[in-house]
């Protein structure tokens, strides 16, 4: 970082507010496609800038935040959430699981029919 124009890589950056557990998991993540900034794919030693918008893909959902404070080294927790503000929308809830009880049987037909619109397979 210099006092001209701060800067951070975008691995160190994802380490040190707790999107990723270690800095290479960052890296790995950046090198595979799964983080954007400003729309477009990155590589791990990209600088990143105050006002950036990052879009991670973490285990099948994107998570889309703006750097609001560039920090390198990992800090506390509290810290580590004002340097990114999270704009990820709310995602869908779950589909409902069917339960049975055990020894019930095998399902009759309308049940089966209704455990398979509840899973979406109508």
């Given at each position: 970082m210099d006092a001209v124009n701060p800067s951070v890589r975008v691995d160190s950056w994802l380490w040190?507010?707790?999107v990723y557990k270690t800095?290479?998991?960052?890296t790995t993540a950046c090198r595979a496609g799964h983080v954007r900034v400003n729309g477009?794919?990155?590589k791990a030693a990209q600088a990143l800038r105050i006002g950036d918008e990052l879009r991670v893909r973490i285990a099948g959902f994107d998570r889309i935040l703006?750097?609001?404070q560039l920090i390198s080294k990992r800090i506390g927790a509290p810290l580590a959430a004002v340097a990114?503000?999270?704009?990820?929308?709310?995602?869908?809830p779950t589909a409902l699981v069917a339960v049975r009880d055990r020894g019930a049987g095998r399902p009759t037909k309308r049940?089966?029919?209704?455990?398979?619109?509840l899973r979406g397979r109508e």
């Open positions: 040190a507010v707790r800095r290479s998991a960052a477009e794919r990155t703006v750097v609001r990114a503000e999270d704009r990820t929308p709310p995602r869908e049940e089966r029919r209704e455990i398979d619109r």
